[in-house]
């Protein structure tokens, strides 16, 4: 099984998010990054729901896969426990991390560099929940807008899981040390809190974190065949693991408008430039060049031309990802070996933690002295 796998499309271009930085002043995080890769740590990750779409890619794997290519240190989080955040039956979970390991290294994070691990085996990260959750005030966490928005859409009473989940993810983050997190857009309130869980620790117990920031990509937020945002709730996307029929199907019936001359209008063409943009990323274009080049011929023809690039650019990493679910021995070790790694890092950092707050219990020190 080889452990180097080429980046199989081109890379989207990444762009700053507008409120994780560390202010409009200091130079782009992307150009900090490729000025000095050694100084920052990824961390990003997924919750093991079901495979992942075109949005995920687009979103933030390709973005993981361009970091590892520039040399940073990649931690890929499988948030395993939260799952049950907005759901009580947790699925077929071995099946769906496999799943998740294998499209990872089919879309080209290596193995060899990039540490992939499930969230249950790192207890680290579940014990630095505990003084997080002392900086964070219940008000905050239920205003945060996603927080909300998931409540809605599990139709549930909030739970204390759900309501905490921000907090969770900034143990995923700081557990590991991660400064730099590949999100979409619906994340960055998370990683606000994120921020202020580091900021807020540093003041009380002493400097041990840094605050992370965000890495959005040109696009983050993706529409399905819909129109509305690509999420696998709405049976709208378009799978990593899709068929080249299946991609064709869904992307026939993607919405578009009825004006025949196809203009890059994001604003007021959503559906259209959406389509576009797909186009774009895939080919390493410009959505306005693209939208020129159908002009007259209409939503078929850009259909078409959709179809075409999406098929293109993931024929590879589908038949890499066949290959690989075929190894679940593999990726069941890949997995492993990322617990291991991830929980010494995270061991690490909770020394650390319980050094600033005074909890060093070890044999021989003198009550009264520090
Ligand atoms: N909340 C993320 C999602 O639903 C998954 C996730 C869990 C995550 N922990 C994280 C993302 C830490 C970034 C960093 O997609």
Redesign the pocket.
Known sequence: MPTTIAHPVAAPAAVDAPVCGPGPQARPLNERIAADPGAFRV?????PTGPLHLGHYLGTLANRVRLQQLGLPVFV?I?DY?VITDRTDPGPLRERVLTLVAEYLAAGLDPARTVIFP?SAVPALNQLLVPFLALVTDAELRRNPTVKAEALASRRPLGGLLLT?PV??AA??LGVA?TV?P??R??LP?LEI?RSVARRFNERFGPVFTPPEALLTATPHLLGSDGAKMSKTRGNTIGLGDTADRTAEIVRGAHTDGDRRITFEPTTRPQVANLLTIVAELTGRDPRDVAADVGDRGAVELKRRATEAINDALAPLRRRRADLLADPTFLADVLLAGAARAGEVADGVLTRVRAAMGMEYARGGRIGSR
Not at 43 to 47: F, I, K, T, V
């Open positions: 961390l990003s990750g997924d919750r989080v948030a939260q969230h989940y969770h993810q995923d983050i991660g997190v999100v979409g619906d994340q998370h994120a």
